[in-house]
């Protein structure tokens, strides 16, 4: 999916005037935030999220997505794979889950059809093959690995019969159709859809903290300093239950 850049002025008018549009959204995720940022502003606002399990994670490392899931569960058939992506409108990220990982679940067709729709991405908790292909063409396309065969040429016996808008758990995560991706070199998160504008507002405000003491330590100050770290280990010394989360609170710091 292609995005229009957004200038600093216009970012910071959408934050001034909380004038969030769902497609926004992506578009700000994609110009300035990382996954990274985004848990730490949901954990910061007492937001609950999901991760994808370690090892999900671009084709291409300069890949992003963002958008509203619609959820495919396999079971090895292709049939179920091409119908999610059929129904899958622009903008929207397709998740596909499977019960085997020994297939890879799409390939350089798909892709140029989600690229022909304008869909966000692709995420494969499983395999993908036409991996040169893939990148190519440039959908963003998160998956575990790669392998050389597709689900047609699979044993009719491992075949089954696949169902979309189902919720599916990825790891120890549990996501459903409607809620949000967001994904980048680090992962996949996921957030709810009714919490987007508060963690967005949460983001905005952990990117100019972090902007700010990056800029600090680049003038050379030194991170211990700016973060009071010799403070916080005679305090820790004494209370070894102290809260390192609060002390940079107070602060005014984000790390």
């Known amino acids: 999916m292609l995005f229009r850049p957004y200038t600093a002025g216009v970012i910071a008018r959408l934050f001034s005037l909380k004038e969030f549009k769902m497609n926004d959204f992506p578009v700000i995720f994609q110009n300035k935030y990382s996954c990274a940022l985004l848990t730490d502003a949901a954990f910061r606002a007492s937001i609950s999220f999901g991760i994808a399990p370690r090892g999900l994670t671009p084709i291409d490392r300069a890949m992003k997505l963002a958008g509203p899931m619609i959820t495919v569960q396999a079971n090895n058939d292709l049939v179920t794979i091409l119908a999610g992506i059929h129904q899958a409108r622009a903008g929207d990220v397709v998740v596909i889950t499977n019960h085997s990982n020994e297939v ?13 729709k304008g869909l966000a991405g692709i995420i494969v908790d499983g395999l993908v093959r036409d991996t040169t292909e893939l990148i190519e063409i440039g959908v963003p396309v998160f998956c575990r690995g790669v392998y050389p065969i597709g689900p047609l040429k699979l044993p009719q016996d491992l075949k089954g019969i696949g169902e979309i808008g189902l919720e599916l758990t990825l790891g120890n995560t549990t996501v459903k159709s409607g809620d ?3 994904g980048d070199a680090d992962g996949v998160i996921f957030i709810g859809s ?20 990056a800029a600090q330590i ?23 239950q102290a809260d390192f989360n609060q002390h940079i609170s107070e602060l005014g710091k984000a790390i």
Do not use: C, H
């Open 104 to 116: 890879a679940l799409i390939g350089d067709l798909i892709a140029t059809e989600a690229s022909r």
């Open 180 to 182: 949000w991706a967001f």
């Open 194 to 213: 009714l919490d987007l504008s508060e963690v967005l507002e949460w983001a905005e405000k952990a990117y100019q903290s972090e902007e700010a003491l």
């Open 218 to 240: 680049r003038s050379g100050v030194s991170l211990g300093e700016l973060l009071g770290i010799e403070t916080f280990m005679e305090e820790r010394a004494s209370n070894p």
